[in-house]
């Protein structure tokens, strides 16, 4: 008899797994339990939904459920979801409306994915607070939008920023957290006519990336009408009920921080994610360090045939070799492809994560890589020295181009590149030219090494030396 | 009393070493002689400034003379040309309008470049006939095309091809060689209404590149009304005279094929270029296997204290090991400051070369880099595998995007990477994405570690694994 593959999660991790186990071994019984009814659909995709760059939901899916039952022969099973595992009898228990099925494995992934943190505030069940964790959040933020766009909500309030994109600005809103998604969310309501503020706990915005980096994209984010609230430690969530002192009104009207109140009509919460891990901890799998489930470099777990890859799962870091937490698409893609291979009877290892991440805000593109932070650097043992440089992003003297800011982070005994955070101008390249230092950290290469790079190079890409070069040319310079 | 350090070449590796050598030991005499009047000049530029994308040559000048003599304090000596090297002496004879000068050198580099190659068939000294390998060449062909975008030379010749740009075409002019320098000037020439032939011997534009760059590259130049003549051996440059028996007219007016005769009114030759070795030569410098000095990995060459870098000298391949020639101005950038540093006291080796290239031809972008070509991997003891992919330059859903088309070469036995050739829509991003390689081929990566590389993701940038990775995959799964 063949064997069974259960998969708990339908989305990156679980489908590229159940996709490649059957395509490598098609006697395989693939089994996918999914709680929800979407699959294989890409939450990087929703900030732009809900601006309006995409049109609908469905364009978000990749391979649809019908064609994954279908064309694939994969077991998918939505609206189930998986409620314990029995790794001694290796079953497990999942509920849908058609009542409790208990299912044998002989390969089981966990594949559950993150949940967006909510913040332990007063107010963030009211009215008009939203996360943007699932294709019905997408759904539901694109909705109000488009009321407020319809003029069903909209206001004239006592603006503070200028709102460039119609005539009379919606909201405002609120964002909570300058991470990636909060970052897009503003860019999304900003380019709708909101009014609208980003409240950043600390100093900065993007937070991973270097502080030029971070700098570029919050001076960016004031040009584009953002308000962005440094230094402003979100304390509650206000309701007009609260404001006026007690009538029924349960929607959002203020964010209140230390030594603010901002009056908002909507708040989106991008205050990160955290691993599911409830499933697992039943099962006795173990998390590690960063609270995530621990796995080898197989994605197997402490219990035997239990893998876990994707959001709800640890990575190796190929720059200090330590677990780490870096819940990002390619991640769960590629351990998830992995996990399928090895299932289907080649171990594959599905390699570490480097911390890689890209973004878009507005008209600046950022990427970083590896370790930045000197304390991070200290803590696996290495000397940390640091270069910011800003270059041409095309010859001098081509028409057209920008400038990309470029820092660059290496160990000073070794030469060893350690991390790099990039942003230029959107197109000009910061996030391609982020995948050289992305190969050089994977392989370990010195900034002696990087320096001499044979870089491709033509006037309408870069200069001679590309600014990735011209960051090593300078940090190299340090350390010789 | 200091050292001298004389430099024979006053561009890209000559004046980054001159530069170098200077400023990390301000004590150094630095002389360079140059024979012409421009120095430190972007010549890979020239092909912009004759389409008027550039409106100055001297925006093409990133260091004026004025600046090397008094900012940098080099002894620059423009129309200086030298004639002779005593090495046992250590001596460099130098002939200008005010005569003849002797200067002894401690150190000496020769970074006297390459030629044009013109081919050695009739009718190349007609008027009309150019090359592009100087100032001087971008200056007349500039005027050429100012000329006949002023209708002095305007005709309506029994088109083929329509002219997209003008209502009435200029030419017909031909391009002898699908290189770089063919390609460029003949969007540079189409763009100005010209009615552009591009004459390639053999099959394929771009023989360096991937097939499927080659055809990407060709389709797209004939979509841009360039006229491609394959197969087109160019047997002679006809003038009028020969045409119409025996006048005084000495002007070219055909390109003559095996079996073509076609009319032009001027002929690029971009056949490709060889090393200046002339002078090296008469100093008894060796040359190595490819034609170029040859040099050890420091640059110098056979006779102690001279160096040899740049457009004249041999490099070191990263994949083969072998000594290669590969005229471009990153590497004559790269190795001429290595030289300033090692004789200013810092003995830097500069690196190889993987033979990395790009170019834009009209709205297309391409990259190539390390080995492509079977024979030339076997040569090299590899047993080559290439695949080639097209995929998706950004998420699916995301407006806006083209296509990335990847050769990927690696050997079959240890899945070493050993070369690249992408291609995708100018702006999407083929010859940033190509850095990944070239750090890969540099470090010696294999395509199972290449396709494990946590590039960096966001949907307006890629695909969430970035088309270098579904090309890595892709081959990777045939090694397995």
Same sequence: chains 1, 2.
């Avoid at 279908?70 to 029995?86: A, Y």
Wanted: aromatic share 6%; proline share 4%.
């Amino acid at each position: 008899m063949a064997d069974t593959f259960v998969i708990v999660g339908g989305d990156a991790a679980g489908m590229s797994a159940a996709s490649k186990a059957k395509r490598d071994d098609p006697d395989l019984d693939v089994v996918v339990f999914e709680r929800g009814e979407w699959v294989s659909y890409g939450a990087c995709g929703l900030p732009y939904y809900v601006k309006g760059e995409i049109q609908s939901l469905e364009a978000l899916v990749s391979v649809t459920p019908e064609e994954f039952r279908e064309e694939r022969d994969i077991d998918l099973r939505t609206g189930h979801e998986v409620v314990s595992i029995d790794p001694d009898e290796r079953t497990v228990t999942a509920e849908s409306e058609a009542g409790t099925v208990t299912e044998s494995y002989d390969h089981l992934l966990l594949a559950v994915g993150a949940a967006a943190v909510v913040p332990p505030i007063e107010g963030t069940d009211l009215a008009g607070v939203y996360t943007l964790g699932s294709m019905s959040d997408g759904k539901e933020l694109r909705e109000y939008v488009a009321r407020a766009r319809d003029g069903e909500s909209f206001q004239q309030p006592d603006r503070g920023p200028a709102c460039r994109y119609l005539e009379d600005c919606a909201g405002p809103v609120g964002v909570v957290g300058g991470g990636y998604v909060g970052i897009e969310m503003a860019e999304a309501l900003a380019a709708n006519g909101f009014e609208a503020h980003l409240f950043q706990r600390g100093d900065r915005v993007l937070k991973t990336f270097s502080e030029a980096t971070s700098e570029r994209i919050a001076d960016h984010l004031g040009d584009q009408d953002v308000a962005v609230h440094f230094d402003a430690d979100v304390r509650e969530l206000a309701s007009d009920a609260a404001a006026s002192g007690g009538t029924d009104d349960e929607t959002v009207a203020a964010i209140v921080t230390d030594d603010d109140r901002v009056p908002v009509e909507m708040v989106l919460l991008g205050t990160g994610v955290r691993p599911r891990t409830g499933l697992a901890e039943t099962a006795d799998v173990e998390l590690g360090p960063t609270g995530a489930i621990a796995t080898d470099e197989y994605r197997e777990t402490n219990v035997p045939d239990v893998y876990a890859a994707g959001d709800c799962a640890e990575a190796r870091h190929v720059v200090t070799g330590d677990p780490t937490y870096a819940p990002l698409a390619l991640t769960a893609n590629r351990h998830g492809r992995a996990v399928g291979q090895t299932v289907a009877g080649t171990p594959t290892e599905g390699g570490g994560v480097a911390g890689t991440a890209a973004i878009k805000a507005f008209d600046v593109e950022a990427a970083r890589t590896g370790i930045l932070d000197h304390e991070a650097a200290r803590e696996a043992d290495f000397d940390p020295v640091s270069k910011t440089i800003e270059a041409k992003s095309r010859a001098g003297y081509y028409p057209e181009g920008g400038t990309v800011t470029v820092t660059l982070t290496a160990d000073r005994n070794t030469g060893r590149v350690l991390g790099a955070s990039l942003a230029s101008e959107y197109g000009e390249g910061a996030v391609h030219r982020s995948h050289a230092i992305v190969a050089a950290i994977t392989n370990g290469a010195s900034v002696f090494e990087l320096e001499n790079y044979d870089l491709a190079y033509a006037p309408p890409f870069n200069t001679t030396w590309d600014p990735v070069l011209v960051a090593a040319k300078v940090l190299s310079g340090t350390l010789r």
